[in-house]
């Protein structure tokens, strides 16, 4: 059972658009994390948010934390090529669980 | 302040060899978990080790596969008799606390298997 779902699965965009990644569970997290992932490397920790209704930027990046802490979005602004990669959502509950990701694509 | 690191990059078996991946955790580090993923695929959690403890290995096949941390030296994930399906990416993380709301995980860069 994957307790995390992530959509969209395969996203490609033209570069400058917006566009919103969604983590959704029906288990409430003590805390939920964004990775993302380049081809041939390993995960690299984006954010960490823990309270329900948290909003966090990072630059272009916006996170939020659902209410009931049971899901996530994960908003880019005027996208780049260099945003590529696979985007992953972990969730911290009895164990550390992973989303089933979503591979974004910008073109330049 | 070096990374998670990992050994090797790239390896590859023929079905019924033996596969060893080392993981040498940040320095400070106590805690490894190690992950499996399939191409276009999220990760999916195998064991979680401390210091010469097993803590958690519920993501872990019951046969062929093991992992150990011990006190001295990287962990390691072994899979005996391997098969064409182990193939994957193999990664480890490591963390400074036991897992809580503010665990987050430092991740290596893979080991890439492939058996033929």
């Known amino acids: 059972t994957q307790l995390l779902e992530q959509s969209p699965q395969f996203l490609s965009i033209q570069e400058g658009e917006n566009l919103t990644v969604y983590c959704n569970s029906s288990?409430?997290?003590?805390?939920l994390q964004w990775y993302r992932q380049e081809p041939g490397e390993g995960p690299v920790l984006l954010v960490t948010v823990v309270t329900g209704g948290e909003v966090k930027k990072l630059k272009r990046l916006t996170f939020q934390f659902g209410d009931a802490r049971k899901d996530s979005s994960l908003h880019i602004t005027a996208a780049q090529p260099g945003d590529t990669g696979l985007y992953l959502c972990a969730g911290t509950g009895n164990q550390f669980y992973f989303g089933t990701g979503t591979s974004l694509t910008v073109i330049p | 302040n070096a990374g998670v690191m990992q050994n090797p990059r790239h390896l590859v078996r023929r079905r019924g060899q033996e596969a060893r991946l080392r993981c040498s955790p940040m320095k400070g580090h106590s805690h490894v978990y190690w992950y499996r993923q399939l191409p276009e695929e999220g990760l999916k959690f195998m064991v979680y080790l401390q210091k010469e403890n097993i803590i958690d290995e519920s993501g872990m096949p019951k046969e062929r596969f093991s992992a150990e941390f011990p006190k001295e030296g990287p962990s390691i994930l072994r899979i005996q008799q391997v098969v064409r399906g182990d193939s994957a990416a193999y990664f480890c993380a490591s963390s400074p606390h036991r897992p809580s709301s503010y665990n987050e995980q430092f991740f290596g860069p893979g080991t890439r298997l492939t058996v033929l």
């Open positions: 288990s409430v997290f003590s805390s």
